[in-house]
C-alpha cells in the first residue's frame, strides 16, 4: 500500500492521479477535509481507503495498518501568512517527523515535502546543498516550521535514508481550494473574467520595475512526474529543490494567460499590503544542479507551455480537475 498524506489537497490528488495514472490503486488517502471544497479533488480517483490525518496517526502508532510500501507526505498547512506558529509546529514539524521516525525504523520509502519558503529573502542563495539548508534563515513561520524537518533530518543523518522536496511556485489543476493561497494564474483568470484585466502587486524595490519581481514557477504535472520518479528510485535520497531553475517575471506570468485566451494584455499595479511588504520575496530560482547530479529525467515545460495547457484544459471554460 502507498500512502499518500494531504492525499485531498493540491499536489496531494494530483499525485494520487498520476499514482492511478501508473496503475497504482492500492492508495491510503490521508487527509482533513473540513468544510472546504478540497474533497472534489478526490472525485473520480481509484483507492483504497480514506482516513483522518489524526486516526491515521493513532493506526500507524499502533501497527493497525495493512503493509505500507511507501508514504508520499505531502500534508501541512501551506499558508504563508499563519500566524499560530503552534499550530504550524505541531502540524508541519512534529507530524512529519513522527512519520519520518517510524518510515525509518520500517524501512519504508518516505517522501515529504519541504518547501522553497525555507530560502526567505533569498540572500543566501538558493542552494539545497546540505552544507548551506541548517544556515537559511526563512521569513514566515510556514517556512521556519519546514526548515526545522528540513535541520532535524539533516542532524540525524536521515538524508541518505529520506527524501525531502522543496517545491517552489507550484500552479496547476486541483489548486481551486486553497483560497487566497491559490496561484496567480487561477486568481488571474477570475480577475479577467470578472475585470478583463490582471492586477500585480507593484514594486518597492528601485531594482525591480513593478511586475519585473521574479519567481520560480513549476507546473503540477511536472511536479508529480518528479515525485514518481524518486518514488521508484530507492537508492536516490536527500532534500532537493524542486522548481524549473528558470526565475522569471509576474509580468511574464500575466502575458502567458492573456496569451492563452488569446486577449491582449491589461495590466495593473496595486500597493502591496503593508503586514507582507517586509516578507515579500523578490526573487526565488531553484538551483537544480542536486537534481540533475542523481539523473532525474524530468524535462520541465515551459513557462508558456504550462500555463496555456492549465488555462486551456482546465480552467476555461468551467474548473476540470486531474
Known sequence: MIIVTGGAGFIGSAMVAKLNAQGETNILVVDELGTSGKWKNLVGKQFADFIHKDHFIEMLLN?????????????ANSSTTEKDVDHLMENNYRYTRILAEWSVRKKVRFIYA??????????????DADSVSPRLIPLNAYGYSKQLLDQWVLQHDLQQKVVGVKFFNVFGPNEY????????????????????????????????????????FVYIKDCTEVLWWFLNSPKVNGIYNLGTGRARSWNDLAKAIFSALEISPNIEYVDMP?????????????????????????????LEDSVKEYVQNYLHPELRYL
Open 63 to 75: 501497527e493497525r495498518l495493512p503493509k505500507v510500501a511507501a508514504i508520499i507526505h505531502m500534508g
Open 114 to 127: 519541504s518547501s522553497g519558503a525555507t530560502y526567505g529573502d533569498g540572500s543566501m542563495g538558493f542552494s
Open 177 to 216: 481550494h486553497k483560497g487566497e493561497m491559490k496561484s496567480l494564474i487561477c486568481k488571474a483568470y477570475t480577475q479577467i473574467q470578472e475585470m478583463g484585466k490582471i492586477r500585480l502587486f507593484k514594486s518597492y524595490k528601485p531594482e525591480y520595475k513593478h511586475g519585473e519581481q521574479v519567481r520560480d
Open 274 to 302: 503593508e503586514e507582507i511588504r517586509t516578507a515579500y520575496q523578490y526573487h526565488t530560482e531553484a538551483e537544480t544542479t542536486k537534481l540533475q547530479s542523481v539523473q532525474c529525467p524530468v524535462q520541465f515545460r515551459s
